[in-house]
T-cell receptor
Framework: NAGVMQNPRHLVRRRGQEARLRCSPM?????VYWYRQLPEEGLKFMVYLQKENIIDESGMPKERFSAEFPKEGPSILRIQQVVRGDSAAYFC?????????FGPGTRLTVT | QKEVEQDPGPLSVPEGAIVSLNCTYSNSAFQYFMWYRQYSRKGPELLMY????GNKEDGRFTAQVDKSSKYISLFIRDSQPSDSATYLCAMSDERAGTASKLTFGTGTRLQVTL
């Protein structure tokens, strides 16, 4: 059983460009969470999704950030008009209902 | 004040020592408690998961939860150099029978020396 998959593993964007991060949950898991880890800081919750539904987006910045988990395909975290402060590691986790399993992360660098 | 407090370390111990890692929290609604291990530039790896109070053992790892004191611990017996990593505590409340978002401590960096 493959683990949580994320791609790309590394992403470089110039200021003002869009970043798209993808997450494929573990087989059989219907809950997906996105977290952000800034250098020397802990993981911070961003959004919780189930298939076709956003359950909790209390950690998402109000502007430029959006997430989806369509009926078919991976979950996508989208950051529009990136700024240097968006540089971080973005982790996706999937869950069968309680415990959460993390992917390897996408490291976003904004130049 | 942060919802979850964790000493950042670093904590340095000799090989074979017993390691004690701890977190305190302020939100009494937390019901699920997890410990993750994170190697540098990797994703967090789930080590232990407990629900409510009590102890849980898995190999060299023991997790303890004391909800009355809002205090959780992870013990590592017979520590090995490969245990050198950052250890993150995480917790969540319950929503309709499933866990919700995790709130993390900042992590404790552990170094096990030969």
């Amino acid at each position: 059983n493959a683990g949580v998959m994320q791609n790309p593993r590394h992403l470089v964007r110039r200021r003002g460009q869009e970043a798209r991060l993808r997450c494929s949950p573990m087989k059989g898991h219907s809950h997906v969470y996105w977290y952000r880890q800034l250098p020397e800081e802990g993981l911070k919750f961003m959004v919780y999704l189930q298939k076709e539904n956003i359950i909790d987006e209390s950690g998402m910045p109000k502007e430029r950030f959006s997430a989806e988990f369509p009926k078919e395909g991976p979950s996508i975290l989208r950051i529009q008009q990136v700024v240097r402060g968006d540089s971080a590691a973005y982790f996706c986790a999937s869950s069968p209902g309680k415990e959460q399993y993390f992917g390897p992360g996408t490291r976003l660098t904004v130049t | 004040q942060k919802e979850v407090e964790q000493d950042p370390g670093p904590l340095s111990v000799p090989e074979g020592a017993i390691v004690s890692l701890n977190c305190t929290y302020s939100n009494s609604a937390f019901q699920y408690f997890m410990w993750y291990r994170q190697y540098s530039r990797k994703g967090p790896e789930l080590l232990m998961y407990t629900y409510s109070s009590g102890n849980k053992e898995d190999g060299r790892f023991t997790a303890q939860v004391d909800k009355s004191s809002k205090y959780i611990s992870l013990f590592i017996r017979d520590s090995q150099p490969s245990d050198s990593a950052t250890y993150l505590c995480a917790m969540s409340d319950e929503r309709a029978g499933t866990a919700s978002k995790l709130t993390f401590g900042t992590g404790t960096r552990l170094q096990v020396t030969l």
